[in-house]
């Protein structure tokens, strides 16, 4: 059965799309710690992260610091954190934090977005994107 996350991908499931290339896709949080909160995920799905490839990792760090980047120049933030968990779906994802404090890295409290600001800030974040 594919994740969610390929489901997003195919498009069977609507996202707030970041930026996306032939292999990688990135996205807004929908649970967001912080606006800007984004999920970058290989297209292809695995469960594990060190089952991809040496390849496709360094692809999908290359790809998650392009976001980054797009994020700094689009949330005001002290940085981006960036975690990878992997246990709530199983399909890769780094998640992309926009961070003032450690406690934001802690996905306890979680910001709540108008559908109009997840629009707004994904085009913002996507401009951004090089």
Request: aromatic letters at 10%; glycine letters at 4%.
């Amino acid at each position: 059965m594919a994740s969610i996350f390929t489901k997003i991908v195919n498009g069977e499931i609507p996202s707030y799309k970041v930026a996306e290339n032939e292999i990688f896709f990135a996205f807004l949080d929908i649970n967001p710690n912080a606006a800007g909160h984004t999920l970058v995920i290989p297209k292809k799905e695995e469960n594990k992260i060190f089952d991809l490839s040496k390849e496709e990792y360094a692809g999908l760090m290359d790809f998650s610091y392009r976001v980054a980047k797009a994020l700094e120049k689009t949330v005001d933030c002290e940085r981006i954190g960036m975690s990878v968990i992997g246990l709530e779906v199983p399909h890769v994802h780094v998640h992309l934090i926009p961070i003032n404090t450690m406690a934001e890295m802690q996905f306890i409290k979680k910001e709540k977005l108008s559908k109009e600001a997840f629009v707004d800030l994904a085009s913002k974040i996507a401009a951004n994107f090089e």
